[in-house]
C-alpha cells in the first residue's frame, strides 16, 4: 500500500523553511515562518524560562503523567491572563481550561469538540486566514466557509464586508476569529468593531472560537485580550485557542490551551467532560514541561515583570523594524507607499508582492515569503534591511 503512495506536496510555510536551510546563500532572509528574530537573526530564550525551568530541574520529583486537563494552575493563570485576574470568568465555574500541545493542539481539539460532541457542521473562517487553520478543522470533519476580512486594495480591514459576512452565517455554525494581530494580515478589528462583531454573533446564535496565538504582540496583554472581553461580554458560548509559542518562546515545547466559555456552571463542567474526550482520543494528556514553565512565571511576581518587560522589547522591536521598513522604502523611492506597514500588528504583514515576485526573490535573492506575499516581520533586522529592501525594489 505504502508503493503506491505518491509523494505529498511540502507544507506552504514549512516546506519553506526546509528550502532556506538548504540554500548556501550566506546572505539569505528568511521571513516566512512565524518565529520571532532577535536583532542578531536568533530566536532566543528568554530570561525568565531559564529561570524557571532552573527552579522546575530543582524541585521536580516525578515524571508521571498528568491529568488529560493539564496542570490545575496552568489552567487557573491561562483564563486569569485571558480574561483578566478579576473577571468573572477567571474566578468563577463557567469557564473551564485544557492544556494542548500548542495552539495547533488547541485549535484541533475545538475542532474535534465542535464536530463530535455539538453536531456543528461548518466553521466559517477569515479570508485570508492561518493556511493551517483548514487543514486543522477539515481534519476534524468541519466544512470549511470564509467570512470576508481583508481589503487588499487598501491594506485594511473591510469591516462593512466583514460585519455583512458574518451577519449570513447560519444560525449553529462555528465561526473562528482572530484575537489579535490577525496572521497573515497584521489587521486587526478596533474594540467598537469588535464589538458590533460580538452583537452579531449573539444575534445570529453562532458560536466563536478565538484563535489567540499573539497576547502581547500588538499593543499590549490587556489591550490585546480587548476582542475576547467585548465578544464573552455578549455571547454566553465560547471556545478560546491560547498558544504561549510566541509571547514565551516555548516553540518547541509546544504550550497551548483551549478554553471553554459555557451559560452556567453546570454546562461547563458538562462540556469539559465532553471536550477531554476529544483530548484522550488525540493524544491522552498533554506534555508538561512547557506548562510547567509558563505557570511558575506568571505565578511569580518576579518572573511575571521579567516576562512582561522581555515581552514589550520583542514587540518594540517588531513593530521598530515595521518603521524602518517603511522608512527605507520611502528614501530609497520606492514606487509604492510601504507605510500601511507600520499600522498593522503583530508578527505578519501582507506586502502586497505577487507570487511571481516572490518567486523571485527567492531564486535571484534568496529571500524566502509565504507565497501570497505575507512577510514574517520579525525576521527583519538592521543588518539586512537595505539588502531587503533592494531586492525588493528590485523585483517590484
Known amino acids: 500500500m505504502l508503493e503506491a503512495l505518491q509523494m505529498a506536496p511540502p507544507d506552504s510555510i514549512l516546506g519553506l523553511s526546509e528550502a532556506f536551510k538548504a540554500d548556501a546563500n550566506p546572505s539569505k532572509i528568511n521571513l516566512s515562518v512565524g518565529v520571532y528574530k532577535d536583532k542578531d537573526g536568533r530566536t532566543p530564550i528568554l530570561g525568565c524560562v531559564k529561570e524557571a525551568e532552573r527552579r522546575l530541574l ?67 473562517c477569515s479570508k485570508p486566514t492561518w493556511a493551517n487553520h483548514m487543514g486543522i478543522f477539515k481534519a476534524a470533519g468541519l466544512a ?54 460580538a452583537e452579531v454573533l449573539a444575534e445570529r446564535k453562532v458560536l466563536p472560537v478565538m484563535d489567540f496565538a499573539y497576547q502581547g504582540f500588538g499593543e499590549g496583554l490587556t489591550e490585546d485580550a480587548g476582542g475576547v472581553a467585548e465578544v464573552c461580554s455578549k455571547v454566553d458560548e465560547a471556545l478560546i485557542c491560547t498558544s504561549f509559542s510566541k509571547n514565551f518562546g516555548l516553540y518547541s515545547e509546544r504550550t497551548g490551551a483551549m478554553t471553554l466559555v459555557a451559560g452556567s456552571e453546570d454546562a461547563a463542567r458538562t462540556a469539559l467532560s465532553h471536550a477531554k474526550i476529544s483530548v484522550r482520543t488525540n493524544y491522552s494528556n498533554p506534555p508538561e514541561h512547557g506548562g510547567a514553565i509558563v505557570t511558575a512565571v506568571l505565578s511569580d511576581e518576579r518572573l511575571r515583570d521579567e516576562w512582561e518587560a522581555e515581552l514589550a522589547q520583542m514587540r518594540d522591536r517588531i513593530n521598530g523594524m515595521r518603521r524602518l521598513f517603511a522608512d527605507t522604502m520611502k528614501a530609497k523611492n520606492a514606487p509604492r507607499d510601504f507605510s500601511f506597514i507600520t499600522r498593522q500588528r503583530g508578527m505578519f504583514s501582507f506586502s502586497g508582492l505577487t507570487a511571481v515576485q516572490v518567486d523571485e526573490l527567492r531564486n535571484k535573492h534568496s529571500i524566502y515569503i509565504v507565497g501570497d506575499g505575507r512577510i514574517n516581520v520579525a525576521g527583519m533586522t538592521e543588518a539586512n534591511m537595505d539588502r531587503l529592501c533592494d531586492a525588493i525594489l528590485a523585483v517590484l
Open 58 to 124: 530543582e524541585s521536580q520529583t516525578s515524571k508521571s503523567y498528568l491529568a488529560i486537563t493539564g496542570i490545575p494552575e496552568y489552567g487557573r493563570q491561562v483564563r486569569q491572563l485571558v480574561f483578566g485576574a478579576d473577571h468573572p470568568l477567571a474566578v468563577g465555574e463557567r469557564a473551564a481550561t485544557l492544556q494542548t500541545p500548542g495552539g495547533t493542539g488547541a485549535c484541533r481539539v475545538a475542532g474535534d469538540f465542535l464536530s463530535q460532541k455539538l453536531g456543528v457542521r461548518t466553521i466559517w
Open 144 to 197: 470549511i466557509q470564509s467570512y470576508a476580512y481583508f481589503d487588499e486594495d487598501a491594506f485594511a480591514l473591510d469591516f462593512d464586508a466583514m460585519l455583512e459576512s458574518l451577519k449570513g452565517i447560519p444560525s449553529g455554525d462555528a465561526v473562528c476569529l482572530h484575537a489579535c494581530c490577525h496572521n497573515p494580515s497584521g489587521v486587526d478589528p478596533t474594540i467598537d468593531q469588535w464589538g458590533l462583531v
